[in-house]
């Protein structure tokens, strides 16, 4: 591991299960509120991202999804344990800051996508 990956690491991770969002906060002040359903669809999966350029599988009916379960991966990455069985993206320092940092681009690029083959979104239930 090299010294760049290292320093993109979170000083703080806290799973807000009411909320459906991962928080996280970084040395430099930057915070990010990552919705349980946007790190679903954005897995760095092969699942989702497919094995190469191009071949990344549109996810739908993530709304309701929960972390059920964070596994730290070494000194570099973290796995996240979704309630529909999805267990396969390891979510590296590198790859979360880039999801936060570029969020709101990621996020649109969804709602486009999901707009394009006439899937609406579906209300989110309350967590009890």
């Known amino acids: ?4 990956e290292n320093t993109t690491a979170p000083s703080e991770i806290r799973l807000r299960r009411q909320s459906r969002v991962l928080e996280l906060t970084y040395p430099d ?3 990010h509120s990552l919705s349980f359903e946007y790190l679903r669809t954005h897995s760095p999966s092969a699942e989702v991202q497919g ?10 009916a993530k709304e309701n999804v929960t972390i059920t379960r964070i ?4 000194r570099y990455a973290v796995r996240l ?16 800051r880039d999801l936060g940092d570029n ?5 649109a ?17 309350r967590l009890e």
């Open 109 to 125: 690029r969804y709602l486009a996508r999901l707009h394009q083959i006439g899937y609406e979104r579906k209300p989110i239930t």
């Open 81 to 96: 344990i979704f309630s529909d069985g999805h267990d396969t993206g390891l979510f590296t320092w590198k790859v979360l």
């Open 1 to 4: 591991m090299d010294n760049a």
């Open 29 to 31: 002040s930057t915070r």
């Open 103 to 107: 969020h709101d681009s990621y996020w």
């Open 71 to 74: 596994d730290p991966v070494g």
């Open 51 to 60: 094995h190469g350029p191009g071949q990344d599988v549109l996810q739908i």
